[in-house]
């Protein structure tokens, strides 16, 4: 039984960046510069913003936050990525979602310079990373290999399996772990038998957004079981997975809040410092 600390591999991850940043602005004169767009006033996106700016400025990076009002049309929108891809300070665009239902999601983020798509989410980086040539890996799932990595889970050959199919968690952390010789099996909300499956998990990956949907008895013994969720239950933070009962079974987990959460924007930074290193060739 053991607790992964998603927040300390995280800060391991950013104190490297903060080196290295510093060695190339010795060297360059140049910091790397992520511009961060938010679009209305839902206050989620509004702290998932402030977060990664105050992180910017804690690693030494320029952060560009763009905050636009809830009526800004779709070509206002689309001039201000037009004029992010054309500036050469800002190396990675992130376009916070949702945007407002007014402004066609697929279109912003397509009209992102591929090479600054550091969510990865433009249909060249998803061709990209479905194909194992990935520029930019998603956050959230790149997070999760990380983790991974970092507590020497052996990918290769296990089952994992992955409950939840967003474009955003699911169907890319399923590429990733095909990638690296997993057996992959993705459960959605038609799934049959969703506890057989789960079950048979080596690895579980829960990124449903359901409060402690994930109990115990769905968990086979000695699993790593990777809570993506982050849910409001009572005022307090709460995962996919119902963590007191779980944490007796599984080999590994990751908590909600300090898992999952924190690796996600270290990711962000990462793929935007890549970015950087990228613009400089
Ligand atoms: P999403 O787009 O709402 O997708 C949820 C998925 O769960 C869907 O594929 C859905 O199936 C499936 N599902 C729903 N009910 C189910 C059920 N009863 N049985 C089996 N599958 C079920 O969510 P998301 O964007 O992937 O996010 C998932 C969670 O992760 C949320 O809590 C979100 O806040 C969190 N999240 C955290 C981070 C982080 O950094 N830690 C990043 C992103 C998201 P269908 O496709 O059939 O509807």
Known sequence: MGIIDG?????????????????????????PGLAVVLVGDDPASAVYVRNKNKTCNNIGFQSFENILPANTSESELLNLIHELNNDEKVNGILVQLPLPNHIASKKILEAINPQKDVDGFHLENVGRLVTGHSLFKPCTPAGIIKLLDKYDVEIEGKNAVIIGRSNIVGKPVAFLLLERNATVTICHSRTKNLSN??????????????????????????????????????????????????????????????????????MLMENTFRAFKNSLK
């Open 197 to 266: 499956l789960t079950r048979s998990a080596d690895i579980l990956i829960a990124a449903i957004g359901k409060p402690n949907f994930v109990t115990a008895d769905m968990v086979k013994d000695n699993s790593v079981v990777i809570d993506v969720g982050i849910n409001r239950l009572a005022g307090k933070l709460v995962g996919d997975v119902d963590f007191s009962s779980v944490v007796k079974k599984a080999s590994l987990i990751t908590p909600v809040p300090g898992g999952v959460g924190p690796m996600t924007i270290a």
């Open 7 to 31: 927040k300390m591999v995280a800060s391991q991850i950013k104190e490297n960046i903060t080196t290295e940043v510093q060695s190339l602005k010795k060297k360059t004169g140049k910091s």
